[in-house]
């Protein structure tokens, strides 16, 4: 008579063998009623009372796992043979062994209906092809332009960088600083100024490099805007402390600044 | 009167519809031919079932026809527009092809046995074969430096697919080209 652990190394090694069995039906897509599913589930059944321990438990449940994916296999088979489409493949290979090549090839023209499609070129794709080849670069031009000009090394100045536009001549927070201080100046006694006259320089290219600064003030906190909306006047109200945006409601204010406003402004013309 | 006029341009917009539906049908326009049927709802409306139908009595007269590959297995019953909007709609021949016309599209007698050998036995296993052992089936019949390329082919064609195990599934072309319940009756019941 086993012992209680001779059984138990007994019960794991019968769980294992039919795992590989499962696993070789499903792997090599072997006929799934080679497996008898009644004699297995009652060896699982036989086992079951001897686990108390979790490994064994789970290899338990490995075992039941793979004897369901070979039923759901012989399952699809019932159904794949219940279908018109159904042939037993032995059949069919004597079948086509038994025909010859224009007989196949006869018997499938019976069955094959090929896809109609056409290719045609527009006018308009003709044009625009023209287009496209006149607009072409040579080939010899183009390779010319990926040619490499070969340039000593050297060393620059801080000015040439600056000059390059490599280097900004002064620091960004410097920029701002001088920019806050100029409000605060043409401001004045008066508590605001007009957004024109504030970031209106002599050139379109100064004021664009104003107004970009400008917005930097204010989302900083060195100055607020005003906005009359009746009037369509903006104001700018500098701050004597940059304040912090922390706790207040915060609003985001696209302000376009193009070429026919400067113009008019230059001209004393804004409305 | 008013009748009479409004039935007009009824037609009128089904004329327009229906010429609208066979451009985007007879060329192509993506990588794979045919269409979406949620493009054709896109451009013709909602009706378009109803536009291919018409269309199909149409081609009907030139041996060509309106066919629906649905996604998946078809409906057993009406489909509804759901099921439209995902089956992909292709013009194809209506009835068949004699040897010497397939002659001029570039087919071999000997490439169309391989092909019907190929996707029959796809068929019988369940839709999906071992390369080898379709290519030790073909061998029997044809020259073994010819198998190989006539297996890469029809995979280029879209006719089979074969996947990192060497495993060939049907693919696409085969779907939408070849009556499969067709073509395995007419093998078993042709005569030696």
Partial sequence: MATTGQRKRLGREELQRIIDLCRAVEERGLDPFLINVEDLIAVIREYFPEWKLPEDLVLDAETIQHLASVIKMQSEWVKHRSTSLYTDPFLLEEKIRRLSREQLGTIFLKSWRPI????????????????????LIPMDERWQKTQFIEIETGTATRNELVEQKVLADKMFSEELDTLWKELIQKTGEKEKIEYWDFIGASTFEETVRRAYLTSFLVTYGYATMEIDRLEEIIFLKPYKKPVSFDKKQVTSVPVPISFDDWMKWKEGRMD | ????????????????????AAHLLFFRRHRKPGVKGWELRKRLGADYPKVLGILDS?????????????????????PSLE?????????????????????MMGW?????????ITISSIISKKGKAPRDEIEKLLRDKLPGWRVEINLDRYIRSGYIAEDENRQLYLDWRTRAEIDESALIKLLLGAES
């Fill in chain 2, 83 to 103: 099921e439209y909007d995902r089956a992909r709609f292709y013009i194809t021949l209506r009835g068949g092809l004699t040897p010497k016309e397939t002659k």
């Fill in chain 2, 1 to 20: 009167m008013e009748r009479r006029q409004n039935g007009l341009k009824k037609k009128d917009l089904y004329v327009s519809k229906i010429k609208r």
């Fill in chain 2, 58 to 78: 149409f081609l009907e007269k030139l041996d060509l026809q309106v066919k629906t590959v649905f996604e998946g297995e078809a409906p057993k019953e009406k």
């Fill in chain 2, 108 to 116: 071999r007698i000997d490439d169309i046995a391989g092909l019907a």
């Fill in chain 1, 116 to 135: 109609v499609e056409m290719e045609q070129i527009s006018p308009h794709s003709l044009m625009q092809a023209i287009r496209y080849w006149n607009e």
